[in-house]
């Protein structure tokens, strides 16, 4: 399987090649050359299996001529060793099926709390095992708006040779995710705090990359979604939750980098029946608005009691607009440079048809997050996270049929505990795992937004 990049500029890649460069060289995004096809068969098949076997089949599709399969198999077994739930992303109904049946696939059960872990989990270990193949050293700087940074140190922290940044954006992460960072003990990982919203973080990770000097001397890579190996590992559990319904379902997704939902249309295009694909997000609704509207442009950036959807430069955006053009590289080049200047792209009429027929969208605000937590709390009794709130909320918009619904839920109420007391007026409790970083010693360093600072402060770190 060779990759090739959204840009059309990049020369045909590994899958170890695609994994440790996160980012194409021409600035765009990997893709499969092709995608891998299941047949209907193949797919009923999985239903009852554990969800390491369809992991594997999966993933072996895109990494099999970089993987061995005992070494494919090893490391989806341990990575999923830690989850705290055996079915790794369990279906729990939220609504009967007399009202349009409505189930949440949890997929917060791994050691951060976030459904970020799924992917991260196994990426640490193929980074590893890639990287100790290949020799030499790699920087991994990430920017996160809340998840991906603790969910990359849980992964990567201790391993050798891979020296790991994360930027959050200071004080627009809730404090356990802070902490869940900060209180890393081991030596590789650096946190900074950002004076900026998630967007200039995500922005200067990008600009570090476009020094290619720079990136080059300290062999910068991400593992941000932009790592198509993150997508990858999560379009799995859209093939094991239609196996286990049996029958095809909508799927409603919280919203932010478009790193989740788009690996939802990797499954469709590699053969899954998934009648449609529903982005949901919070009052940063620059997605909502390019399906809407057909302009896909950034606004002002909010903070909103949903902070790991605080968004908005939706990066995986990127693959799917290639996807629609017909897989036009150089339209898409063109498309994300113009972007990148006047922070304006008008959809062109043929890719807009193309995506509204895999995509709907609804944006919620945070007086809706609330009300949904607190109704579905007191309907069943399920305490939910601000951000699975942002899709329920959506999921709740769509007339009832008879086509199941999946929502996907992408954090433990326990790592929102402010929201979820607005909400349900008492505290959604915390699991040990949780509880533990509220009482280590924190790390972390605040920097300006700037480009030379954020190079020098890396470069200080990285000296022996
Ligand atoms: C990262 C995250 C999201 C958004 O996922 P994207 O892939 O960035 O769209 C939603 N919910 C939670 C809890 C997250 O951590």
Same mark, same amino acid.
């Given at each position: ?72 198999? =090893? ?30 696939? /949890? ?102 990359? =476009?020094?290619? /000097? ?251």
């Amino acid at each position: 399987m060779q990759f090739i990049s959204t840009r059309g500029g990049a020369p045909h890649a590994s899958f170890s090649d695609v994994l440790l460069a996160g980012l194409a060289p021409d600035g765009g995004l990997y893709l499969p050359e092709s995608w891998p096809q299941f047949s209907a068969a193949e797919i009923a098949a999985f239903a009852g299996k554990p969800y390491q076997v369809v992991a594997y089949e999966v993933l072996s599709r895109f990494a099999g001529e970089s993987f061995t399969a005992d070494e494919l198999k =090893a490391d989806i077994q341990a990575a999923y060793a830690g989850f705290e739930s055996p079915a790794i992303a369990p279906l729990r109904q939220i609504a009967p099926s007399s009202n349009g049946s409505q189930y949440l696939l /949890e997929l917060f059960h791994g050691p951060t709390f976030a459904f970020k872990d799924i992917a991260l989990q196994i990426l640490g270990r193929l980074f590893a095992r890639a990287l100790t193949r290949r020799g030499g050293k790699v920087t991994i700087v990430a920017a996160t708006s809340g998840d991906t940074g603790s969910a990359a140190i849980a992964a990567l922290g201790g391993l050798p040779n891979i020296e790991v940044f994360v930027l959050h954006p200071r004080g627009r992460v809730s404090e356990v995710q802070r902490r869940q960072m900060t209180t890393s003990p081991h030596a590789n990982v650096h946190n900074v705090a950002l004076e900026g919203s998630f967007d200039d973080a995500q922005g200067l990770v990008k600009d570090l990359f =476009a020094q290619t /000097e720079f990136a080059q001397q300290i062999g910068l890579t991400a593992v941000n979604s932009i790592n198509f190996a993150r997508i990858a590992a999560q379009a799995v559990y859209y093939f094991t939750a239609t196996a286990a319904l049996g029958k095809p379902a909508t799927f409603v997704v919280p919203t932010g980098n478009f790193g989740d939902i788009f690996a939802g249309e990797a499954a469709m295009r590699m053969g899954l029946d998934v009648p449609r694909l529903v982005i949901a997000t919070n009052a940063n609704d620059i997605m909502a608005r390019a399906l809407n509207d057909g302009v896909y442009a950034s606004g002002a950036s909010h903070a909103t009691l949903s902070p790991s959807m605080d968004i908005q430069v939706a990066s995986n955006f990127e693959r799917a607009l290639f996807e629609a053009s017909g897989r036009d590289g150089a339209w898409t080049a063109a498309a994300m440079s113009d972007f990148a200047k006047t922070r304006k792209l008008v959809l062109p009429a043929p890719v807009l048809v193309a995506l509204r027929a895999r995509y709907s969208a609804y944006a919620c605000n945070d007086d809706d997050t609330i009300a949904t937590i607190k109704t579905v709390a007191a309907e069943t009794g399920q305490v939910i996270d601000p951000h699975t709130a942002v899709a329920v909320h959506a999921a709740r918009r769509i007339p009832a049929s008879a086509t199941p619904m999946v929502i996907l839920s992408t954090a433990h109420a326990a790592k929102f505990p402010d929201a979820v007391t607005r909400a349900i007026g008492r505290d959604p409790g915390m699991p040990d795992g949780l509880k533990k970083v509220m009482d280590l010693p924190e790390k972390l360093d605040i920097l300006p937004n700037d480009l030379s600072l954020l190079r020098q402060f890396i470069s200080n770190r990285l000296a022996p």
